[in-house]
């Protein structure tokens, strides 16, 4: 795909590409690496969503607001979108990350997207990144249902479950893998009277419970 197929597929085109090449160097490649861009990636992503948030629900307490862009911010959010992009294939890490898999990595995809965010804020503007986000963000801003996604995935089945007087999932590690500071989760979440075993994954044993009750939400109604 290249730079300027990934910048296609962000919908930016790059007055400096240098600032696109710069927000896809991991720090252990070289310098100028993308955690600078990264910084300011994420406020303009929050600030990006938030904007959008506010017009789009007018009716909508703070709190709710919150926990709408909360969702749609966290790494694992970020993780999907960048996989969407191809966004790792263009990643230059150090020999020891890409031996590792960080062209995979979850934090890795997640801060580097963040960075062409900022890359695009630097080369463009507000306006340009943060229309950007909303391109990229725009299936998942159509499928918002506030009532329903402010809860969590954990909550959201338990209520479901306790609706139905049926027992409350278990959640049990699988599997713990990567270095201490980068560790990978792999949870199970268990539908025992149901006969559902859903499996997720995560930075965090939360996250990976979490993806882990999505995924046992999207069994029980597919």
Same mark, same amino acid.
């Given at each position: 795909?290249?730079?300027?197929?990934?910048?296609?597929?962000?919908?930016?085109?790059?007055?400096?590409?240098?600032?696109? !090449?710069?927000?896809?160097?991991?720090?252990?490649? /070289?310098?100028?690496?993308? &955690?600078?861009?990264?910084?300011?990636?994420?406020?303009?992503?929050?600030?990006?969503?938030?904007?959008?948030?506010?017009?789009?629900?007018?009716?909508?307490?703070?709190?709710?607001?919150?926990?709408?862009?909360?969702?749609?911010?966290?790494?694992? /959010?970020?993780? !999907?979108?960048?996989?969407?992009?191809?966004?790792?294939?263009?990643?230059?890490?150090?020999?020891? &990350?890409?031996?590792?898999?960080?062209?995979?990595?979850?934090?890795?995809?997640? %801060?580097?997207?963040?960075?062409?965010?900022?890359?695009?804020?630097?080369?463009?503007?507000?306006?340009?990144?943060?229309?950007?986000?909303?391109?990229?963000?725009?299936? !998942?801003?159509?499928?918002?249902?506030?009532?329903?996604?402010?809860? %969590?995935?954990?909550?959201?089945?338990?209520?479901?479950?306790?609706?139905?007087?049926?027992?409350?999932?278990?959640?049990?590690?699988?599997?713990?893998?990567?270095?201490?500071?980068?560790?990978?989760?792999?949870?199970?979440?268990?539908?025992?009277?149901?006969?559902?075993?859903?499996?997720?994954?995560?930075?965090?044993?939360?996250?990976?419970?979490?993806?882990?009750?999505?995924?046992?939400?999207?069994?029980?109604?597919?």
């Amino acid at each position: 795909m290249g730079l300027a197929g990934l910048a296609a597929a962000v919908g930016h085109r790059f007055a400096d590409v240098d600032l696109l !090449r710069a927000a896809l160097t991991h720090r252990s490649h /070289s310098s100028p690496h993308n &955690e600078r861009l990264e910084f300011l990636g994420d406020s303009v992503l929050n600030c990006a969503i938030a904007a959008e948030l506010y017009r789009r629900f007018p009716d909508l307490p703070e709190g709710d607001l919150s926990r709408l862009r909360a969702n749609l911010v966290r790494q694992d /959010s970020l993780h !999907r979108l960048a996989l969407e992009l191809g966004l790792g294939a263009e990643l230059q890490l150090g020999e020891g &990350e890409h031996k590792s898999g960080g062209q995979a990595r979850p934090s890795i995809l997640a %801060d580097a997207l963040e960075a062409v965010f900022g890359a695009i804020f630097i080369d463009a503007g507000f306006a340009a990144a943060s229309a950007a986000v909303l391109r990229l963000y725009a299936a !998942r801003l159509d499928d918002l249902r506030p009532g329903q996604a402010t809860k %969590d995935a954990k909550t959201r089945l338990q209520e479901w479950l306790q609706g139905r007087r049926q027992p409350l999932p278990k959640y049990t590690t699988l599997a713990t893998s990567g270095a201490a500071h980068n560790q990978q989760f792999e949870v199970a979440c268990d539908l025992e009277k149901l006969g559902i075993r859903a499996v997720g994954t995560g930075s965090s044993r939360r996250l990976a419970e979490q993806t882990a009750a999505e995924n046992a939400l999207k069994a029980i109604a597919p």
